[in-house]
């Protein structure tokens, strides 16, 4: 009797004390192995295409969304916001394979040259990458023959994403401001 008492009281106690540690390290934050979310191994990526900038034309792809009384007089157009959706392509061509879009903002956020503020998603649509979008964060000198900007995210097989893109412009159309761009991104990513 005197043992089996034991027993069940020495149960009892393991079983507080697991109760009150549990409750103790309750945490929203918690260690994972990478492997646990399917993370391998990491890559190297080289993405290539042309992004269309079409700014004048029946079917405008950026418009302006804001600017101030002083951006028609400033010679870097200071102050001008455009909003995007450029579509992504395999070559140059404007009718060429569609690959994605390039969603987000352009803002002039250089006084003194053309120096534009860029906040956007390449959105892929194609392939292996349809749904995966990388993020990009950057300022682009549209006038200087090489930019390039940081890749700071991403999602779909983008996750974990770091990286850059350089720009380089193929043609331009100094009537209208429309404008091919060539890109090379390089991404490391899982
Ligand atoms: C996560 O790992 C760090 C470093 O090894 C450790 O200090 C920390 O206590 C761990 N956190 C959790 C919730 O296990
Ligand atoms: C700036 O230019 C736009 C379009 O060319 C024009 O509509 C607007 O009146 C101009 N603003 C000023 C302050 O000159
Ligand atoms: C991309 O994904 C969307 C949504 O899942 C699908 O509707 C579309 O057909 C896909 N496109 C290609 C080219 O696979």
Redesign the pocket.
Do not use: A, I, K, V
């Given at each position: 009797m005197v043992k089996i008492h034991l027993t069940t009281q020495f149960i009892i106690t393991i079983l507080l004390l697991h109760i009150l540690t549990s409750i103790q390290s309750k945490s929203f934050s918690r260690n994972l192995s990478r492997k646990s979310l399917d993370f391998k191994k990491e890559k190297l990526t080289h993405l290539h295409f042309y992004f269309h900038d079409i700014v004048i034309a029946r079917h405008p792809t950026a418009i302006k969304v804001a600017s101030s009384p002083t951006t028609n007089t400033s010679s870097s157009f200071f102050g001008l916001v455009m909003m995007m959706d450029d579509p992504l392509t395999l070559t140059p061509e404007p009718g060429s394979k569609v690959l994605g879009r390039a969603q987000g903002i352009y803002a002039s956020a250089d006084l003194k040259e053309l120096g534009f503020l860029m906040v956007l998603n390449y959105c892929f649509?194609?392939?292996k990458y349809?749904?995966s979008t990388l993020s990009i964060l950057g300022r682009n000198a549209a006038f200087t023959s090489m930019r390039e900007m940081p890749v700071v995210g991403g999602s779909g097989l983008f996750r974990f994403a770091r990286g850059y893109a350089q720009a380089k412009t193929h043609s331009l159309d100094y009537k209208t401001g429309n404008a091919v761009v060539e890109y090379d991104v390089f991404v490391l990513h899982y």
């Open positions: 649509t194609e392939g349809n749904g």
